[in-house]
């Protein structure tokens, strides 16, 4: 209360000074001019800051209860920017399925998400999250927009297990985009640390490349034409003594997170 008083007796007293000065230079111009601009002003502006500070101020309780308001709007924002995320990501994946799509219309697609990987699996494999109740039976073929990744190998309600290009267990037949030249992709132990698998049962006097691009023949439950990787280098299989082109998939099986499930494409045996 002290305060108050204290303030209003400022006011006035700046109210007084205010009127004083315009009386006494009522009749000059000039020293009108020079107090206004160098002493009223200021002084003006004083006496509103005052004036304002007679304002009333918020309650405790309303400055919580602002606080909490301001809080919640700031969760929501977040929670919509989360969402926004999320959909994007999506998205995101989605166009490189309708990419895939494209190159391959007739395909019946599935996509899919891994949820588990096996630390023991030594070739690449991974758990996704459809099963049976999604249409999903073994040997589909699992890609992503930058070529095969592998074949589902077994089947549960809800989920499914991949196995990859690095397998031995692969037995893909393919072709080279150059020459023409077919062959059997089949992984090794030796070469699955370095993410790469080989290329087998190709003549002696083969004519596949450093840097050719190798796809899918057409045989079996692989539709043709999906890109499975390049040749790095050629060499010997040390069994057989027959040529051996090494590969490397332009999909990486350790880092995939997320791929489509050819359910179905035309010429598929029923």
């Known amino acids: 209360m002290k305060k108050r008083k204290k303030r209003f007796r400022t006011l006035a007293a700046v109210a007084g000074i205010l009127l004083v000065l315009v009386l006494l230079t009522a009749g000059n111009g000039y020293v009108y001019d020079l107090v206004t601009g160098s002493v009223l002003t200021p002084l003006m502006q004083t006496a509103a800051q005052l004036g304002n500070s007679f304002a009333p101020q918020k309650s405790m309780e309303e400055l919580k209860q602002e606080n909490s ?10 929670d ?6 999320d959909i994007k990501e999506a998205n995101q994946e989605l166009s490189k399925f309708f990419d895939i799509k494209q190159e391959h219309q007739d395909f019946v697609l599935a996509t899919a998400s891994v949820i588990a990987r096996d630390p023991n699996e030594n070739f690449g494999g991974f758990t996704l999250d459809r099963g049976s109740v999604d249409g999903i039976a073994p040997n589909m073929p699992v890609l992503t927009e930058k070529g095969l990744v592998g ?39 030796a070469l699955a640390d370095s993410g790469l698998t080989c290329l087998t049962n190709i003549r002696q ?30 060499t010997v299989d040390s069994y057989t003594g027959m040529p051996m082109a090494v590969v490397e998939p332009f999909e990486d099986a350790q880092e995939v997170s997320s791929v489509v499930i050819v359910k179905r494409f035309t010429g598929e045996k029923q």
């Open 69 to 78: 308001r301001l809080q919640a709007e700031n969760n929501r924002l977040n």
């Open 205 to 234: 006097s083969s004519k596949i490349a450093v840097n050719d691009i190798l796809v899918t023949a057409g045989s079996g439950v692989y539709p043709a034409n999906v890109k499975i990787g390049a040749v790095r280098y050629l």
């Open 151 to 189: 074949w589902v190998n077994s089947v549960n309600v809800h989920t499914c297990k991949v196995t990859t290009l690095l397998s031995p267990e692969a037995g893909i037949a393919a072709a080279d985009k150059a020459c023409k030249e077919n062959g059997v992709i089949t992984g090794s132990a």
């Open 80 to 85: 919509l920017l989360a969402d926004y995320d």
